[in-house]
């Protein structure tokens, strides 16, 4: 793994800014919180992002949802059934958020929540991630022989239920949400076989 200092100052800008709106959206994070977390100067950040403020949420965005998809994918492929490679999705995500302390939830949903209808640059790459993330499952199960439609429906259940689930968790401080949510999609999943 590399140290922050091996990292780009660009990627240190951008994965600071993903961190600080995973855990307080878009309103509350400001630019100088952000050059001040990736050890940047205010100037690199305008420098990498003359867009400002939005431009970078859109890259932040990108970054948690390719983050995410990383442990998605990894979780998913653990297991040859599908229904059991969700179970031990949702206890990774459980794990990780007790970890966190409870405070690396989702790491696009406050931002996406306070884009909506307001910041559509912001709204559309949250919208392009959660698709990501549903492809990532319906491919998943159409490989194990899922029917591309079936595969499709089941992959929106699947990312809205954790999504969900992730927010009750965090909100709750229990794993239980996710546990819960991990068996009855998978109970979904095998009613489908």
């Given at each position: 793994?590399?140290?922050?200092?091996?990292?780009?100052?660009?990627?240190?800008?951008?994965?600071?800014?993903?961190?600080l709106?995973?855990?307080?959206?878009?309103?509350a994070?400001?630019?100088?919180?952000?050059?001040?977390?990736?050890?940047?100067?205010?100037?690199?950040?305008?420098?990498?992002?003359?867009?400002?403020?939005?431009?970078l949420a859109?890259?932040?965005?990108?970054?948690?949802?390719v983050e995410?998809a990383?442990?998605?994918r990894?979780?998913?492929?653990?297991?040859?059934?599908?229904?059991?490679a969700?179970?031990?999705?949702?206890?990774?995500?459980?794990?990780?958020?007790?970890?966190s302390?409870w405070?690396?939830?989702?790491?696009?949903?406050?931002?996406?929540?306070?884009?909506a209808?307001?910041?559509?640059?912001?709204?559309?790459?949250?919208?392009?991630v959660?698709?990501?993330?549903?492809e990532?499952?319906?491919?998943?199960?159409?490989?194990?022989?899922f029917p591309?439609e079936?595969?499709?429906?089941?992959?929106?259940?699947?990312?809205n239920?954790?999504?969900?689930?992730?927010?009750?968790?965090q909100?709750?401080?229990?794993?239980t949400?996710?546990?819960?949510?991990?068996?009855?999609l998978?109970?979904?999943i095998?009613a489908?076989?």
């Amino acid at each position: 793994m590399k140290t922050k200092h091996e990292i780009g100052t660009r990627d240190r800008i951008v994965r600071a800014t993903a961190r600080l709106m995973q855990r307080q959206g878009y309103e509350a994070t400001g630019l100088k919180q952000i050059s001040q977390e990736a050890e940047a100067t205010l100037g690199s950040v305008y420098h990498f992002f003359p867009g400002g403020k939005a431009e970078l949420a859109v890259a932040a965005v990108h970054h948690g949802g390719v983050e995410f998809a990383e442990l998605l994918r990894e979780s998913l492929e653990r297991a040859e059934d599908p229904a059991e490679a969700i179970v031990l999705c949702t206890g990774e995500l459980a794990r990780g958020l007790r970890e966190s302390g409870w405070l690396d939830g989702c790491p696009i949903t406050t931002t996406a929540l306070e884009s909506a209808g307001r910041f559509p640059e912001i709204q559309r790459a949250a919208e392009e991630v959660f698709a990501g993330w549903r492809e990532l499952v319906g491919g998943r199960l159409r490989r194990t022989g899922f029917p591309a439609e079936v595969a499709e429906e089941l992959a929106h259940t699947v990312i809205n239920t954790l999504e969900g689930a992730e927010m009750s968790a965090q909100v709750a401080q229990s794993e239980t949400p996710l546990h819960l949510a991990g068996r009855h999609l998978a109970k979904l999943i095998a009613a489908y076989r």
